[in-house]
């Protein structure tokens, strides 16, 4: 079995004194891509922000590419490759489109690439170059979701976690995303992703992990999410 | 004398006084306001950390003789190191409480309290004054001011041409701004915040420091040199809408030569009344300053 | 006797007695400062620890009290009893004039004008040299006199009670503030203003009298102080005048009854200890507040209840989730 390239062990955190994770374990396979679903509230934005250092873990442990990186800052995280793209972000509201990205590869050892990697960001969002003189705060909620995958491609990530890249999109520029997303995937960057939809997740990833109270509940192999079985979990129709 | 002279040699006086107060106060608001528009706090040390960056020039130019370029530098240095200081000790500890902007405004007039009381102790309550950069006066407008002043005209819009440049274009400057605007992507972007707060206020006390270093050759330098610079610099960066660069700018020269005329029609005494009176009445009738949004 | 009543009465009682113990000038003097500072900051403690408006003009309302009783006991020869009433009028008049643009402001905002509010005083102070004095301060204010009897006499045990009576009066106004129709919205408006504004409560109302109640204190104050210093300096609109106003009520803890009244005592007979260290004691006191807002954000007044969750914790072992 190959070493995974993300393993997170009996991870335990949360907010305050409550616990969102009571002991989660995942892993990312060398080339797989990794779909998260479960209902709201139930920790999958937690998990992602403990991932890449924006919360702490109270215990349990963090690996990615063979290092523990449990207890590093984001900034440490990201420079390793392993690039957050958050939830419904503002960006950087006062920043031009351009800016934004070239910070997106602000840890030196990334500058160099900077200029290529954003021509890449541009051939797969060709709208953001257009757009590239813009201030982010005037850009609509998909152009906002494209900036930030594309600041998560500038940092040159080894391993691309995408919290609901879709949320609150229409189903046209649903597909547009799905289809950039595949078209990530295919270059070679590996996804972990957080869904909603088990349509999306299916179509884009290789496995998905249905997440509900703070745990793993089910591992389902490749394309095996099901309809059914999806609305008796959300729904508990048994 | 007719009307059209007096009016002339008023103008000429109000304009030389305006533009040299305009030029103090756009150096010692635009180090308030980078530290507001990168933390969201107000540093009410800012006018103490000036006046130590004046002492500590003192000290070096003129007690120890190493000459002025010497104490200049040596001021910019201890400045910037206490803006780091008071960011480690008296910021950072509290940046994550809800209300932060107000444990700031307590722990900075502490931090001002404890420079102010420790520059007493060290440099004692005798006054004391720098050397001018420049030797001779200038004339402008027909008024003769020195050539210290004249310096402090000129270095202060190009100061701010600098930061404003740094800030735009500079892989820092932009660190900065991005985690003003949103730290948390910041971080995902791999910035260090802390890094980028410590730089920023390093520079805020900087600029500090230079004022000092300018204000403490025209002036007396006692320990409460900077209470009254402190909140002209305060009145500029709300009128100029907190945080942007040409909103302070613009509410500096505003200031300043809002001082200058009122000084010369109403005198010194009641100027001061006047300014913390209209301040008060802007503030009510537009209380997010005259430039500012919402 | 209820038990809530044994603390207050073991307090006052013991301040009570204590020129009985000592008739020591200088330790005298320094019981009457502390008294006054605990009223002046049990007042501010009413607008900022209660209601969550920082009003940096609450001292600028005692030096107001102090200066308009000067003026009027000596200047204008009013009867030296009417000091109190003077200061107190004084200072809720002031107190109504500053909140009127605080209604309308937040944050940072409410500081600044507040503040500036205080220069401005300060300003038509030292511009009204003829009337207030100026620079040099207004001097020889005349004592308080009551029936032919001068406070000064009996090395100012006079003085010592009516601070103490003010202190007490104090303690008694804001307890019954607390538990009032009155406080509670005050609290209401502190915790969640548009909830509170929703539920019906008149902010702007609601806010003018909580000023006005709060300036109270500081005019009662700052008129005794007058007169028993018989002076009153434009340093009193100074940053180092608030700052240890503000150490105290820190120290003692804000939104409570007693925190701002222990705090001022405590901190008055810290500060005498430190004396001998000149100004050094005032990088002491910057730092004492620095680590009290670090490591004690309740003040003295959550000692108790700190040292409570201490032993719970330490009962219940190491099962307690640790902060992030």
Wanted: glycine share 10%; net charge positive.
């Amino acid at each position: 079995m190959p070493e995974p390239i993300l393993n997170v062990d009996d991870l335990v955190t949360g907010y305050g004194r409550q616990p969102v994770l009571h002991g989660l374990s995942l892993s990312v396979l060398e080339g797989e891509a990794l779909g998260l679903i479960g209902p709201n509230g139930h920790g999958k934005t937690t998990l992602f922000r403990t991932v890449s250092g924006l919360n702490r873990a109270w215990s349990g442990q963090i690996r990615f590419m063979g290092e523990d990186i449990t207890g590093l800052s984001a900034a440490q995280i990201a420079e390793r490759g392993l690039v957050h793209v958050p939830q419904g972000n503002r960006l950087f509201p006062q920043m031009s489109v351009e800016d934004c990205l070239d910070l997106g590869a602000f840890s030196p050892a990334k500058r160099d690439n900077g200029a290529a990697t954003r021509d890449r960001v541009f051939a797969i969002f060709p709208r953001l170059a257009e757009r590239r003189k813009q201030r982010c705060r005037t850009l609509s909620g998909g152009e906002r979701q494209m900036v930030a995958i594309g600041c998560g491609l500038m940092g040159q990530p080894k391993l691309l976690i995408l919290d609901e890249p879709t949320l609150g999109l229409s189903p046209r520029l649903k597909g547009e995303l799905r289809d950039a997303i595949g078209a990530i995937i295919e270059t070679g960057v590996q996804v972990l992703i957080v869904e909603q939809d088990p349509e999306f997740l299916r179509r884009l990833t290789t496995r998905q992990v249905y997440i509900e109270e703070g745990r793993v509940r089910e591992d389902f192999d490749a394309g095996s999410l099901e309809h059914d079985k999806m609305m008796e979990m959300y729904f508990g129709l048994r | 004398m007719d009307f059209a002279d007096g009016a002339l040699s008023a103008f000429r006086a109000v304009f030389a006084s305006g533009l040299v107060l305009s030029s103090l106060y756009v150096m010692i608001a635009a180090g308030l306001a980078l530290v507001w528009s990168t933390l969201g706090i107000f540093n009410f040390a800012h006018g103490a950390i000036m006046v130590i960056g004046a002492y500590v020039a003192w000290t070096v130019s003129i007690d120890l003789g190493l000459g002025q370029v010497a104490g200049l530098v040596a001021a910019l240095a201890a400045s910037a190191l206490i803006g780091v200081a008071v960011n480690r000790l008296l910021v950072q500890p509290f940046l994550a409480q809800p209300n932060i902007i107000l444990i700031t405004v307590m722990t900075t007039l502490s931090g001002a309290f404890f420079l102010e009381n420790s520059a007493l102790l060290i440099w004692g309550p005798r006054i004391k004054q720098l050397e001018k950069i420049v030797d001779g006066n200038v004339f402008l407008a027909g008024t003769a001011i020195s050539g210290h002043e004249a310096v402090i005209i000129v270095v202060a819009p190009l100061m701010m041409l600098a930061l404003w440049a740094f800030l735009r274009f500079s892989w820092t400057g932009k660190a900065i701004r991005a985690v003003a605007q949103n730290r948390e992507f910041a971080e995902l972007s791999g910035i260090r915040p802390e890094r980028m707060y410590a730089i920023a206020f390093a520079i805020s006390a900087a600029l500090a420091g230079f004022a000092g270093v300018m204000l403490g050759a025209i002036r007396f330098i006692t320990p409460t040199l900077g209470a009254d610079p402190l909140i002209k610099a305060m009145i500029v960066v709300i009128l100029g809408g907190l945080g942007s660069i040409p909103g302070t700018i613009l509410g500096a020269y505003l200031v300043g030569f809002g001082e200058a005329v009122s000084t010369y029609f109403l005198g010194a005494y009641w100027t001061q009344a006047m300014m913390f009176f209209v301040f008060i009445l802007i503030l009510v009738i537009r209380p997010n300053g005259l430039m500012g949004r919402e | 006797m209820t038990r809530t009543l044994v603390f207050p009465a073991l307090f006052f009682g013991a301040l009570a007695l204590l020129p009985l113990m000592t008739d020591d000038s200088y330790v005298r003097h320094i019981a009457i400062i502390a008294l006054l500072y605990a009223v002046v900051v049990s007042g501010w403690n009413i607008t900022l620890g209660f209601g969550g408006v920082f009003n940096f003009a609450h001292l600028a309302l005692f030096a107001i009290a102090a200066y308009a009783t000067g003026i009027l006991t000596k200047t204008y020869d009013w009867p030296s009893w009417t000091g109190i009433p003077v200061g107190i009028g004084a200072s809720v008049i002031a107190a109504l004039v500053v909140c009127l643009p605080v209604l309308r402001l937040r944050g940072i905002y409410v500081i600044l004008v507040t503040f500036g509010f205080g220069q401005l005083c300060f300003q038509f102070v030292l511009n009204q040299r003829e009337l207030t004095g100026g620079n040099f301060g207004f001097v020889r204010i005349p004592p308080l006199k009551l029936f032919d009897y001068s406070f000064r006499s009996d090395g100012g045990i006079g003085y010592y009670y009516v601070a103490l009576l003010l202190l007490l009066i104090t303690v008694v106004l804001i307890h019954r503030f607390v538990h009032s129709p009155f406080g509670w919205r005050v609290m209401a408006l502190r915790e969640n203003e548009p909830y509170a504004v929703a539920r019906g409560i008149a902010l702007a109302r609601v806010r003018l009298s909580t000023f006005a109640f709060s300036a109270i204190f500081p005019g009662a104050a700052g008129a005794v102080y007058a007169q028993y210093v018989r002076s009153a300096s434009p340093d009193m609109f100074g940053f180092s005048f608030l700052t240890i106003a503000l150490s105290m009520l820190l120290l003692g803890g804000v939104g409570t009854i007693w925190g701002p009244i222990v705090g001022a005592l405590v901190f008055s007979v810290f500060s005498e200890l430190m004396t001998p260290l000149g100004p050094g004691r005032y990088l002491v006191t910057a730092v004492v507040i620095v680590a009290i807002l670090r490591f004690f954000p309740k003040g003295l007044s959550g000692i108790p209840e700190a040292w409570q969750t201490w032993r719970k914790r330490a009962h219940a072992g190491r099962d307690v989730a640790p902060q992030p």
